[in-house]
């Protein structure tokens, strides 16, 4: 399984981007996707995520939009009103039952650099 991230730029504050990410290979039953963020001299943390519901970081919260494609297994962040606290790497992340494993594993895409000037 492999999560193929792209969408990420470089953006004036007050813009906008959209994130795509998707899936290859045998998806079995998708838990959650969702995505997180890893700014420079910072630890990884969770952007939003979509899975029965959709949660979303303090930090975010009216600005981006999560979404998902169940047939296609592809997850989205529309990213509003960005802002330079918003720079980092954007790393998609899928959680469910995949190929003819049985159990619930995690995978992570590659990443997306999102760099907001101001």
């Known amino acids: 399984v492999q999560l193929q991230a792209s969408g990420g730029g470089s953006v004036q504050a007050g813009g906008s981007l959209r994130l795509s990410c998707t899936t290859s290979?045998?998806?079995?039953?998708?838990?959650?996707m969702g995505w997180y963020r890893q700014a420079p001299g910072k630890q990884r943390e969770s952007v939003a995520l979509?899975?029965?519901?959709?949660n979303y970081a303090d930090s975010v919260k009216g600005r981006f939009i999560i979404s998902i494609d169940n047939a296609k297994n592809a997850v989205y962040l529309q990213m509003n009103n960005l802002q330079p606290e918003d720079t980092g790497r954007y790393y998609c992340?899928?959680?469910?039952?995949?190929?003819?494993?049985?159990?619930?594993?995690?995978?992570w895409g590659q990443g997306t650099q999102v760099t907001v000037s101001s």
């Open positions: 992340n899928a959680v469910g039952i995949f190929g003819t494993d049985s159990k619930i594993k995690t995978y």
């Open positions: 290979g045998i998806v079995f039953r998708m838990n959650i």
């Open positions: 979509i899975g029965g519901g959709t």
